[in-house]
């Protein structure tokens, strides 16, 4: 808390950042929520922590909606993120199967759907190679729901819009506690270049 | 002079007429950002937070001047209580307004964003960092705040571990983007 004096030097009773995070999401029971509201209002210290907070969060939220992400997500994401208006490119892939895919300048989304049976999986890694079989990434331990049915990759747009014409092939791995890996399926990408511009990078 | 005065002070000087507009521009500088936190979070609109700003401001230091602030040692208090009354008439009577805030908001007003002053670079290179997991549930909590037990659903995650992973990621994100000596 502070002096009562508007400074933001020091608060004996600072809020937990779990809490400030919490409560910035609008995840407080009411009666924390408002307590949590009042403590601010008489403690500048607590209130420039939510502050940078809110920043990393406005920052994180333009870095998600920006597709720049590598990551795994869920259906529901995908189906949320046509619905308000962006536009996801899509592509479905069956295990061993090849798709032709390519990215326009004005695609928001870039995501992969992986059919694979994930049953009795406990853990589940992503990994991609090159054509010539050397390894470009790496995604360990991904999340996944077991009745699913797929796993949903987002590929960064930034660099799948600079990328060359170039093959890839991505691997689902189940991974049990020994570390043995079994093989869940193997998909293989045939991108093609439709952006012009520079050429972009040779692997 | 008015600075270091507390809150209590501050209202009284203003109830009784002394050096009225520098406590009040003090009173304004005090409790602005604390309002715009407040506006920020219940509004979700930088826009309609500035607004708020303005109301709230508007009706402290007309209360203030009447002397409608019985106890002057409750000033911060007053202030959230009016918050509180204001977002509700606001979600009352504009709700249509604050839709078209929500969409247009950020376009319509040049807006100062924290969030600009962040090095979106590294932000990135930090995000990269995080477990798959912590950055599937960033993602998703952030992209347009999803909740904990729809992410938890959709991710095969319980919503008591969503809550975890999100703090554990927020903790690594804060360090990794501190300033580095």
């Not at chain 1, 093959?167 to 399926?185: C, F, I, K, T």
């Not at chain 2, 979700?44 to 106890?71: F, H, M, N, P, Y």
């Not at chain 2, 969030?115 to 477990?131: H, I, K, N, Q, S």
Request: glycine share 8%; aromatic share 6%; charged share 25%.
């Amino acid at each position: 808390m502070t002096d009562n004096l508007g400074t933001a030097a020091t608060c004996d009773t600072p809020v937990d950042p779990a809490v400030l995070a919490d409560y910035w999401l609008a995840l407080l029971p009411a009666a924390e929520e408002a307590a949590v509201e009042a403590h601010l209002f008489e403690c500048d210290a607590c209130g420039a922590r939510l502050q940078s907070l809110v920043d990393l969060a406005e920052a994180l939220r333009a870095l998600a909606r920006s597709g720049a992400l590598r990551v795994v997500l869920p259906e529901q994401f995908v189906r949320h993120a046509a619905e308000t208006g962006r536009r996801v490119r899509q592509y479905d892939f069956e295990p061993g199967q090849t798709v032709p895919c390519t990215i326009s300048a004005d695609d928001d989304l870039l995501v992969a759907r992986l059919a694979a049976d994930l049953g009795g999986a406990e853990r589940v890694d992503l990994i991609f190679h090159d054509a010539q079989g050397v390894e470009r990434g790496r995604l360990t331990d991904i999340p996944f729901r077991t009745g699913a049915g797929h796993v949903i990759f987002q590929e960064s747009v930034t660099f799948a819009k600079a990328a060359p014409s170039s093959r890839m092939v991505a691997s689902l791995l189940a991974v049990d506690a020994n570390g043995e890996a079994r093989l869940l399926g193997e998909y293989f990408f045939e991108h093609t270049r439709t952006i012009p511009g520079p050429p972009g990078w040779e692997w | 002079m008015f600075v270091g005065m507390s809150d209590a002070a501050l209202a009284r000087r203003i109830a009784d007429g002394r050096g009225e507009a520098e406590a009040e521009a003090e009173v304004c500088r005090r409790m602005g950002p604390r309002i715009r936190l407040y506006g920020l979070r219940h509004l979700r609109s930088a826009a309609a937070a500035d607004d708020l700003v303005q109301q709230v401001l508007l009706k402290t230091i007309e209360a203030l001047r009447a002397g409608r602030l019985r106890d002057a040692m409750k000033l911060a208090p007053f202030v959230l209580g009016t918050c509180r009354m204001t977002v509700l008439d606001v979600r009352r009577s504009r709700q249509r307004q604050e839709q078209l805030l929500e969409e247009f908001g950020r376009e319509l007003i040049p807006v100062q964003s924290g969030a600009a002053r962040l090095d979106g670079e590294r932000l990135a290179r930090c995000v990269g960092a995080l477990r798959e997991r912590e950055r599937s549930v960033v993602v998703m909590t952030y992209y347009d705040e999803i909740s904990a037990i729809e992410a938890g659903r959709s991710l095969g995650i319980s919503e008591a571990n969503v809550r975890v992973i999100r703090h554990r990621a927020l903790k690594q994100l804060r360090a990794c983007m501190e300033p580095t000596a």
